[in-house]
């Protein structure tokens, strides 16, 4: 089992940046796939960005590709989100979860996910 607990998250203007980070508890966590989901008000919850335990990425909303870069330090437990150019559609609870397999991962499907953390941009 994995737990997985996100912060970074904050208020934010227009066209500024926040990185989001998700550390993980397990010690084979570098094991896992992790991918970010964020979920605005009144809508469904959407994939951002996912990368397998090997450094591989994919960023899956169209509207945050090139703005929005996910990593990880598997030294560290950590994956990180790094927002930047940030709009007020970006608004959302940002949610990370993990798997050993990336297709859990990316359809939401894991057993493990953290608590989330509130985005908000806004002037």
């Known amino acids: 089992q994995v737990q997985l607990v996100e912060s970074g998250g904050g208020l934010v203007q227009p066209g500024g940046s926040l990185r989001l980070s998700c550390v993980g508890s397990?010690?084979?966590?570098?094991?896992?796939?992790v991918a970010w989901f964020r979920q605005a008000p009144g809508k469904e919850r959407e994939l951002v960005a996912a990368?397998?335990?090997?450094?591989?990425?994919?960023d899956y909303a169209g509207s945050v590709k090139g703005r929005f870069t996910i990593s990880r330090d598997n030294a560290k437990n950590t994956v990180y989100l790094q927002m930047n150019s940030l709009k007020p559609e970006d608004t959302a609870v940002y949610y990370c979860?993990?798997?050993?397999?990336?297709?859990?991962?990316?359809?939401?499907?894991?057993?493990?996910w953290g608590q989330g953390t509130q985005v908000t941009v806004s002037s």
């Open positions: 979860n993990a798997d050993s397999l990336v297709s859990a991962v990316v359809a939401g499907t894991s057993d493990y």
């Open positions: 397990a010690r084979t966590f570098s094991h896992y796939s």
């Open positions: 990368i397998r335990m090997a450094g591989r990425k994919f």
